[in-house]
């Protein structure tokens, strides 16, 4: 309630929650004329009465030993980009944070034969706007891959070795997708799962809160039940299932590593906790064996607290978030 008194004359008596409705109503009227107003109208009823997402830290999250990121034989991990791309410094920065010792490959780079994938352990396809998502988001870098055979024959290898893994995030999940690298090899164009443009009808940049779920993904191992913010920005992250019987395997064999939650920590669809109308709050796939994961929200960009829009009082002495505990799992991967 806010309340303002002028000597003894009450000028103002008003829920703030009202008060601040009506300070938006220009906006929010702007906003369904831009985008699906059917989100705009969730977006102002969710704020409404909205309170403070429910953060859960099963565990502590802890930095990595000194004597790691100073160690000489380090396991490498390609920092893979493409014309268009980005957060590839912040991609390098967790994975070094972690222990490895990450390289900036381009698609470049393999194509012109200045290097191949084999002395890594892992590859990280970053995020941004490949070839500027035309036609759709990552099929142009998919189309490096695809329609040259040495390229698909050098990822095809690298995917198969069993002491390799790899990371797809935002235009790097969708790569995944239209690889077919997710949920599993094999499947026919017409079944497979891919990211396709978010409900409201425009990109989403948000801090949105997620749920890690019980999975086979290797990067999460550990990290189940964790509740936390992370970034989110894309305009094609909505999970798309062509066969229904593909989703149904998916959600039986634990496929669906991370869920985008309401302020309660429980999973949904709806707008603007899920920012792109995912079903059952879908935000990313991994492999039956777990070494392959793709996730549209970007947990590179939240490994540092002071990376995260917000953080509840009990949070903010940490010394790194729990994200950084997903590079680590993979460091501890590799040297075990």
């Not at 094609?236 to 496929?255: C, T, Y």
């Not at 990313?284 to 392959?292: A, E, M, N, Q, V």
Request: glycine residues 8%; charged residues 25%; negative net charge.
């Amino acid at each position: 309630q806010i309340r303002i008194r002028y000597n003894d004359d009450a000028v103002l008596d008003e829920d703030m929650r009202v008060l601040r409705q009506e300070w938006e109503e220009t906006g929010y009227q702007l906003e369904r004329l831009q985008m699906n107003p059917a989100c705009a109208d969730a977006e102002k009823a969710a704020i409404y009465d909205r309170i403070a997402p429910a953060y859960s830290l099963p565990f502590q999250p802890e930095p990595a030993p000194k004597a790691l990121l100073t160690a000489k034989d380090k396991p490498k991990v390609a920092i893979l980009r493409d014309e268009g791309s980005n957060s590839d410094r912040e991609m390098s920065s967790a994975f070094y944070a972690a222990g490895f010792e990450p390289w900036d490959i381009t698609m470049t780079d393999l194509l012109a034969g200045r290097i191949t994938l084999d002395g890594f352990r892992g590859i990280a396809a970053v995020g941004g706007f490949s070839y500027a998502d035309v036609p759709e988001s990552a099929k142009g870098w998919a189309a490096t891959i695809l329609f040259n055979d040495r390229i698909k024959d050098m990822f095809t290898a690298f995917y198969n070795r069993p002491d390799t893994f790899t990371l797809g995030i935002c235009n790097g999940c969708q790569l995944f997708g239209l690889l077919g690298w997710v949920p599993w090899q094999g499947l026919e164009a017409e079944a497979q799962p891919r990211f396709v443009h978010n409900d409201s009808g425009r990109f989403e940049s948000r801090w949105a809160t997620v749920r890690v779920q019980d999975s086979p993904a290797i990067m999460l191992q550990g990290m189940s039940e964790l509740v936390f913010g992370i970034h989110v920005d894309h305009g094609e992250g909505k999970l798309h299932f062509p066969d229904a019987a593909v989703r149904e395997k998916v959600v039986g064999q634990n496929l669906v590593p991370l869920v985008y939650t309401d302020d309660s920590g429980v999973a949904t669809k709806q707008y603007p906790f899920n920012p792109n109308g995912s079903p059952d709050g879908f935000a990313g796939l991994c492999s039956p064996d777990g070494r392959h994961l793709a996730l549209m929200p970007h947990p590179e960009r939240a490994f540092l607290p002071w990376q995260c829009h917000w953080l509840p009082q009990e949070m903010q002495g940490l010394e790194v978030s729990p994200w950084l505990k997903m590079f680590r799992n993979a460091y501890d991967w590799c040297v075990k």
